[in-house]
């Protein structure tokens, strides 16, 4: 079987994302050596289990690996401390050591919640990630970043913390609900967008063969998603610069999920129109000519129908001085300049803001 290996280098360590279709049945050979000698406990949610938890154990156990399930309650509010705490309640009853190794088997708040309790747990523990959305295979499993939300707001807590290894089988996107697919895609969309000409362009060419889950075409995806963010990590482990670029979207994204109280959008559909505000600004400030511009809305759109919602601009106005990317009031924007280059920038006026989500507020009604 085919496997591709990319490889992450960050200070703190240095690992593979090992990537193919049909890779969790052998997930056992892969990280044999890593787990040699080790407890692993599998940590998920119950629509993962019931699909594909069967086939990581089986594997696991064919190669020799002692393996044991821990189940989480599925979705967004549970990526909370309270989680945390009964997961390592669990762990302690089974007589998990400092030794153990816990494997996040599920989406972005599977990995999130598993990386966090890892780095914790016992004062650490190793994390393998295997992440089964297309969000998480393209940035929540890759990176280290791990974290929960408080009441007060979104990742409030968490930690940087490398795993040993993650392992992408794209195969098991086949049972991910379309609307998670979707979300997902405007991520990898993204990296496009920052980084690969290539991957931009398959975005163009072979859209519907995207949208139809062709495994070729979305292995190819997801393995140039998956290169560009392992790159970008590699060069700037905790965001001091360089890791920035891939929140485009995300200045205006954020404040549209946090306005709309998270409800109506996903997180990838608020980062679909915070590309195209994004896209709207570069434009207006003379950084991207209109060809560009256009084909980078039009392959956002291309997706079929984001959410239709409304916001008060001035509220969003409001809350992205209050970011987390605000520095001392100035609100930092990245931009697409060409495809596959983005620039990070303080100095876009108030009114260009205004209009850019003034703009997306008009396509999100029509
Ligand atoms: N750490 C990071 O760097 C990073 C980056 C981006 C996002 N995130 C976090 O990721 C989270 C969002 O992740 P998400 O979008 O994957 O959501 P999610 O983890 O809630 O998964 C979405 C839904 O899909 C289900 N599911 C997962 N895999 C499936 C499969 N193969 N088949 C069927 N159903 C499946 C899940 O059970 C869930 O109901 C957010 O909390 C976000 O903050 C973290
Ligand atoms: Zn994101």
Known sequence: MFMISIPVATPSRSYEVLLGSGLLARAGECLGKILENRRAFVITVSPVRRRWAKVLLKSLSASGIETELLEMPDGERWKRLTTLEKLAEKLVKQGADRGVTLIALGGGVVCDVT????SIYMRGVDVIQV???VLAQVDAAIGGKTGVNLVS????LGTFHQPRAVLVDPAVLETLPSREYCAGLYEALKCGIIGD?????LFEDRRREILDRDPVVVEKVIADSVRL???VVSADEREGGLRQVLNLGHTIGHALEAETRYTPLLHGEAVAWGMIAATHIALSTGKLDSVTAGRITNSVLGFGRLPRMTWQTASILKRLRSDKKTRQGVVHFILPREIGKVEI????????????VDEIRKLARD
């Open 229 to 231: 963010k392992a790159s």
């Open 115 to 118: 990386g966090f309790l890892a």
């Open 197 to 201: 000409p290539g991957l931009f362009r």
């Open 345 to 356: 920038t303080s100095d876009v006026p108030e009114a260009i803001v205004r209009s850019a």
């Open 131 to 133: 992440p089964t959305t």
């Open 153 to 156: 707001g979104k990742n409030l």
